[in-house]
């Protein structure tokens, strides 16, 4: 049996991260469509052999933990019939636990004949035959949310399977985009592919291998000295989404956490059972969700490997949203993700003064404009909103971030949609008094407003206004989001949800995000941190007065006179 050194491992486990950063710009750089080259709304890994986490990149993190149960399903699915230069897809929610247009794409890869490993890249299709265009909002099962496919080979020894290819085809309103979105994440494999065999003919598939089993060796001790570290004890948190798209009634999201010897254990009864909408999750995408919301509070700087998180076990109630089973509708699986993310965080803050986050604005807050005419194009925009996160124990919250599920995700930049779709960005702006007060502030949330210049549809689903961001250690809640759309003829609405709706040539839609929460007493926070976040635009005179005890002059200087005394 091989070994490999330590300085061997550490070259091997910094090659393979390397290798899916190729991976990821490989995938950037050939996409077709703006919300994966711009947006970035994608991820892609290097896997072992057994479908084990070697190399990861920035993309969506919440797809990062979930890849490899793709894996898992094409072995158990194909078995020995996997061969060099084979292609795979999957998009199946109960599989790999998120929507449909989420499109995993799978490679085997060889050397001197024999398998050593997967590469891995999946990305957002902007359309898959639901029965809107886009993402559909009303969905209330799977067979409404288009095209589901289980493990299933698309290229065969590096040739395509011609039928597969026309199936696609036929299943989607922007063909075009479809097929090149495909063959990027197919380039993205190959390119892992390519770079990986490099480095087997310089050290060998076994010394490889050992180098991989002491990363995830490495892996599992570390997390079992972090969650040893933790006082034992047990913590429960409950929150509430707005609704699931297509009631009134707010969706229940409980957790509770518990840390016993080196073990995490995360028990979700009590949530809601699933739900009529199309807020439901697959299990996989929430056990990747809460591996997401572990990592940013434990071992953060250590990159996630196959070693990674055996010290968690997660407990689903058989009939509970995020345990989604067939038929339920998964389209917007994500929103109550978020709000389950920053509960788990408030439990650890409990467990782990000195890292204490409040909760941040939480969802995508999606929008969303395209067209089907074929006489003018059909084109899609649908994007994610940035927003406020939560004051830690030591710095203030970051305004204008993407959420915690996204990761590297980002809104369309203005001159790319100008450039591409009918439509104008009049407006990206900080959200002022949107950050929840503390002695470490919250983050603001942004404002961005979108001129129609073309008759189109558009899609809006902004969540968490029942359960804005809350404040940890006396600290404020965080605004919650607003929406406004003026018609051409002047009729005014607010809707946070709005299902694909034709919206005419001259309307405006403004949109505003909302903001974190804050830790500790704003009581106790610096004068001239108020002062300055006044300044800056960030908190208005009016709010530092009557949250901060902060009282400016006419120049914004500090009013010592008046200041409220601590």
């Not at 995490?264 to 299990?283: F, Q, T």
């Not at 395209?370 to 003018?376: A, E, I």
């Not at 305004?399 to 915690?404: G, T």
């Amino acid at each position: 049996m091989s070994t490999a050194d330590p300085i061997t491992t550490e070259v091997v486990r910094n090659f393979v991260i390397s290798c899916a950063e190729d991976m990821n710009a490989s995938l950037w750089r050939s996409a077709h469509s703006a919300i994966i080259y711009e947006g970035k709304d994608s991820a892609v890994a290097l896997m072992d052999e057994h479908g084990n986490m070697l190399g990861q990149s920035t993309g969506v993190p919440l797809f990062i933990g979930a890849i490899d149960v793709c894996v898992h399903h094409v072995k158990a699915y194909y078995g020995d019939d996997i061969h060099e230069g084979d292609i795979f897809i999957m998009n199946d929610s109960y599989m790999q636990g998120t929507h449909l247009h989420d499109v995993t794409a799978i490679g085997p890869i060889f050397h001197d004949g024999d398998l050593v490993g997967f590469g891995a890249a999946r990305a957002h299709w902007n359309d898959i035959g639901a029965i809107d265009p886009g993402s559909t909002m009303s969905s209330t099962n799977i067979y409404q949310e288009g095209l589901r496919l289980g493990p299933t080979r698309i290229m065969s020894r590096g040739g395509p399977i011609r039928e597969w290819y026309d199936h696609l085809k036929l299943n989607t309103r922007l063909e075009g985009a479809t097929v090149g979105d495909l063959g990027a994440q197919i380039a993205a494999i190959r390119t892992g592919e390519r770079r990986l065999g490099q480095l087997l003919q310089r050290i060998g598939a076994e010394t490889y291998r050992a180098a991989c089993q002491n990363i995830f060796e490495q892996a599992r001790q570390l997390d079992r000295e972090a969650i040893a570290a933790i006082a034992d004890g047990t913590w429960q948190r409950e929150g509430y989404l707005d609704n699931d798209g297509v009631g009134d009634e707010p969706v229940k999201v409980a957790l509770t956490l518990t840390v016993d010897g080196e073990r995490l254990i995360v028990d979700l009864e009590g949530s809601s059972g699933p739900v009529a909408g199309s807020v439901n999750c697959g299990a996989s995408q929430t056990e990747s969700l809460l591996r997401l919301a572990y990592k940013t509070m434990i071992s953060p700087d250590r990159a996630i490997t196959g070693g990674s998180f055996e010290t968690m076990t997660v407990k689903f109630p058989e009939e509970c949203l995020f345990n989604a089973q067939e038929p339920a509708a998964c389209e917007w699986y994500f929103t109550g993700l978020g709000l389950l993310a920053d509960l788990f965080i408030s439990c650890l803050s409990e467990a782990m003064p000195e890292r204490s986050t409040a909760a941040h604005y939480g969802d995508s807050m999606v929008v969303g404009f395209f067209s089907v005419d074929p006489k003018r194009g059909q084109w899609i925009s649908i994007e994610p909103t940035a927003g406020g996160w939560g004051g830690r124990a030591d710095s203030d919250g970051e305004s204008a971030l993407i959420n915690l599920v996204n990761g590297g995700f980002r809104n369309i930049p203005g001159e790319v949609m100008e450039t591409k779709f009918p439509l104008r960005l009049e407006e990206f702006s900080i959200r002022p008094d949107s950050a929840g007060p503390g002695c470490q502030r919250g983050g603001c949330g942004v404002v961005r407003r979108y001129k129609i210049l073309e008759d189109c549809y558009g899609a809006i689903w902004f969540e968490r206004s029942k359960t804005p961001a809350w404040g940890l250690n006396g600290g404020g809640a965080g605004a919650g989001p607003e929406v406004t759309l003026t018609h051409a003829d002047g009729r005014v609405e607010n809707p946070l949800k709005m299902r694909a709706s034709p919206i005419a040539a001259g309307s405006v839609v403004e949109t505003k995000t909302g903001g974190g929460g804050g830790n500790g007493d704003p009581m106790h926070r610096d004068v001239d941190a108020v002062a300055k976040d006044v300044r800056c635009g960030l908190v208005s005179v009016e709010s530092a007065k009557q949250d901060y005890g902060v009282a400016l002059h006419s120049d914004l200087s500090v009013d010592a006179e008046n200041t409220v005394s601590r």
